[in-house]
């Protein structure tokens, strides 16, 4: 069974910050990273987003490449902006006070696969 | 002092492919342009995003969408970061997105350097927040089908790319 981003949170013992609506997407590649470049490396449509940049700058990569939802780690308080454009994206933002490492392990033993990393410059 | 010029097409690219996209009549292409202000952190990827809307509205593959948002954002970032003032603008034809991203700022005095995965000059407070990888450039290159850049020391950098419609 596919797990969701309401699971992913469960797991993480998250709170949901925006895009309550959203909860129920599949999570099915994850990427986990904080450099803008390496997120938009990500080849996978789709991808959730496992990071420790609460950023507006995040959300902006996100609505590149069509993320399905972000997880802020290490109990990251969003700069300000941040969840309001996330709620007008409709983007679910979730926000941890778990380590990135840990995050990272807890949703790859719900079953969630690795995004496909392209590192620039190679071949579509 | 002149221009330094780089240009790099795709494998399998044919190079007058690229030139025809400039070659459309006006009426058959939609333009959209937007101001980049240097230092703008919060409206960085503002123009890849309006760019992204504009041609996801049109019968284009998802794949070409997110290649043509990845690089128009990091063209944008790169203005953002490095110069005073720019402007992106995308053209889109039946054959190709055609994007122009222009700015006044320091230019890049060694392209071919600052084409190499990890190569950046950003300061630490740009690194915080989550830019100067040194993968803007070749992040672009690697989305794109050509990539063209002029760059005049002291004055500014025009990075220009083409997005094949018909190749995935």
Known sequence: ?124 | MGAAEFIWTRDGVDAEEIKGCGNVAPAETIETEKEIAGGDFANAGAGASQIKRLIKKLAISPQVVRRTAIACFEAEVNVTVYAQEGSIKARVSPLCIYVVVEDRGPGIPDIEQAMQPGWSTATPEVREMGFGAGLGLPNIRGNVDFLKITSTAGEGTVVEFAILLNRT
């Open chain 1, 1 to 124: 069974m596919a797990v969701k981003i309401r699971d992913v949170a469960e797991a993480l013992g998250a709170e949901v910050l925006a895009g309550e609506d959203g909860l129920d997407r599949d999570v099915g590649v994850v990427i986990a990273s904080d450099l803008v470049s390496d997120i938009l490396c990500c080849r996978d449509v789709g991808a959730f987003l496992i990071t420790g940049l609460a950023k507006i700058q995040i959300l902006r990569a996100a609505d590149m490449i069509d993320l399905i939802g972000i997880c802020f780690v290490r109990g990251k308080i969003p700069e300000e902006g941040v969840v309001e454009y996330a709620r007008e994206m409709g983007l679910p933002v979730i926000l941890t006070p778990k380590t990135m490492y840990e995050t990272c392990g807890r949703v790859y033993q719900l079953g969630a696969k690795s995004g496909v990393y392209t590192p620039p410059g190679a071949p579509e």
